[in-house]
C-alpha cells in the first residue's frame, strides 16, 4: 500500500498488485486533546462553550484579566484570541502591519510572553483554554 499526501490533509491510497491504481482517497481527522487547569483535566470537546474578544478592545494589557474574568464566571471555558500584532491602517482585526510587534494599545514595554502568562494564569486559575490567532506573513 502506498499514501501520497496531497497537502491539507488529502491522501490518496494504493494498493500494488505489478501496477500502480488508485484504490481510494480520503482524510485522516486527528482530535485534539485540550487540557485545561493545574492537573491539566481534558477538555471534552462537545463541552466547549467559546467566546471571542478582539484585543484591540480589551485596551491595555494590565486591564485584560478584568474583562476575561467576566467570561470566565458566564460559564465559558474557552477564550478567542483575534490577533494581537500590530494592526494596518484599517485597523481590522485581521490586517496585520508588523507580525513581529504586539498591538501598541496593550502598553509600551508589553512582550509576547506577558500575553502568554495571561492565558497560562487563564488554564491554572479558572480552567479556560484559549485560542489565539497568530498571523505570521510569508516573506
Known amino acids: ?20 491504481k488508485k484504490s481510494g482517497s480520503g482524510y485522516f481527522l486527528v482530535d485534539p486533546v485540550l487540557r485545561i487547569g493545574k492537573n491539566d483535566k481534558v477538555l471534552a470537546l462537545d463541552s466547549i462553550c467559546c467566546q471571542t474578544f478582539f484585543p484591540k478592545s480589551l485596551g491595555p494589557l494590565t486591564e485584560w484579566k478584568g474583562c476575561l474574568e467576566v467570561a470566565h464566571q458566564s460559564g465559558y471555558n474557552m477564550i478567542h484570541f483575534t490577533p494581537v ?5 484599517s485597523n481590522s482585526s485581521y490586517s496585520i502591519s508588523n507580525q513581529l510587534a504586539l498591538n501598541p494599545i496593550f502598553g509600551n514595554d508589553v512582550k509576547f510572553g506577558d500575553v502568554q502568562k495571561i492565558v497560562n494564569d487563564m488554564k491554572e486559575e479558572w480552567g479556560v483554554s484559549s485560542h489565539l490567532i497568530y498571523i505570521k506573513n510569508k516573506g
Do not use: A, P, T, W
Not at 85 to 89: S, V
Open 1 to 20: 500500500m502506498y499514501l501520497r499526501d496531497l497537502g491539507k490533509g488529502q491522501v490518496y491510497i494504493n494498493v500494488l498488485f505489478g501496477h500502480s
Open 85 to 89: 500584532q500590530e494592526l494596518g491602517k
